[in-house]
């Protein structure tokens, strides 16, 4: 009975709807900090009740919005914790949270920048989003023009970005080096055993009557 109420409990939890307030954002937490209080608000929760059901104090939530302690730097649990809360993936956490970034999708920072910068250059030349791209917009930071790369690319159906590992790509790649240093060893180990056993073969003999 207590089980069966405990799993409608679950089933009627509230995702976070996606929105969060753009003030809140800009602010040293972030987009995951505004995010849990968005949705920590969507569901009638004081940030009390929601940094519990994240398991943490209020004081330490408190310190990640303020800037005292780093979000880039969240635990593995909590980011789990947060995913959990706000029913999205814990990616998705660990690029609100910063501690992974779109310069981590290529092979170099620098190629991040090169491939931003090129694309930005494409949208101001274009004649319907020119006059949107005011100098708050062009000299914004790589993060904020990527997003506005993105969106471009959204809205025209275009692709301007050139190099970036999709997510399949890169599990694709770790799983085949994984898969090929594990043969590697099965081989290496059945070489060795070989090589004992054919220097146990030329031991030399002992004479029959010595």
Known sequence: MNDKKISMEKNTVRTWSGHADPHEARQPGGLLIAALVACASERGETLCEMSAKVGVVYGYLSQLRKGLRRVDSISDDFAQNCAAYLGISRIEVLVMAGRVTPADFYASRDEFAQEVARAMTFICADPQWTSLMTPTLREADSASRFALVRLYETATGSVLLKGRLDQNSIFEKVSLRGSR?????????????????????????????A
């Open 181 to 209: 240093a594990t043969a590697e060893g099965v081989m290496g180990a059945r070489r060795r055993r070989t090589s004992k056993v054919g220097a146990g073969n030329l031991r030399p003999q002992r004479a029959s009557g």
